[in-house]
């Protein structure tokens, strides 16, 4: 059994709201379980969701940058699953780049869902600190796409 293949089941259970999962193919067991996050906010703080779990995360898996302080700057959250693209087409220059200037309301990068292409646009005025996936990738709905400062 491959890793995709473990992201793949790992996705499945996000998508459906799964819980567990045991998955036996061959000689190979695999056991996944979830937490149910149950995120509370004060009305009077600005509160930016969120990423859900998905691949890695969800079978409890952290990265080392998950005990760092958190950035500074307004995420950009994927609205959808899909794959994301950084330009209209191959040929073309990225929408946007580290470091470029954006105003809410400019396209940041497409993200094609059932063969539709969906421009994302920026949210909020400032500066492109990080773009946090690559170009091809598929993202999960809101994961972090980039960090505007």
């Known amino acids: 059994m491959e890793i995709k293949d473990i992201e793949k089941l ?3 259970m996000q ?3 799964l819980t567990a999962l045991e998955y036996a193919q061959g000689e190979a067991q695999l056991k996944l379980e979830r937490k149910q996050e149950i995120t509370v906010a004060a009305a009077a703080a600005p509160v930016s969701a969120a990423p859900s779990l998905g691949g890695a995360e969800a079978l409890g898996v952290t990265h080392a940058q998950d005990s760092q302080p958190a950035k500074e700057g307004a995420l950009v959250l ?3 699953v899909g794959v994301f693209y950084s330009s209209p087409n191959p040929e073309a220059r990225p929408y946007v780049q580290v470091g470029d200037t954006v105003k809410k309301g400019d396209t940041l990068c497409i993200i094609e869902a059932m063969k539709l292409m969906n421009e994302i646009p920026a949210e909020v005025d400032g500066t492109v600190a990080e773009i946090c996936v690559s170009n ?3 993202v999960e709905f809101n994961q972090p796409l980039f960090r505007i400062v």
Do not use: D, K
């Open 10 to 12: 790992a996705r499945l």
């Open 15 to 17: 998508e459906t709201g």
């Open 78 to 80: 994927s609205p959808m």
């Open 136 to 138: 091809g990738q598929v």
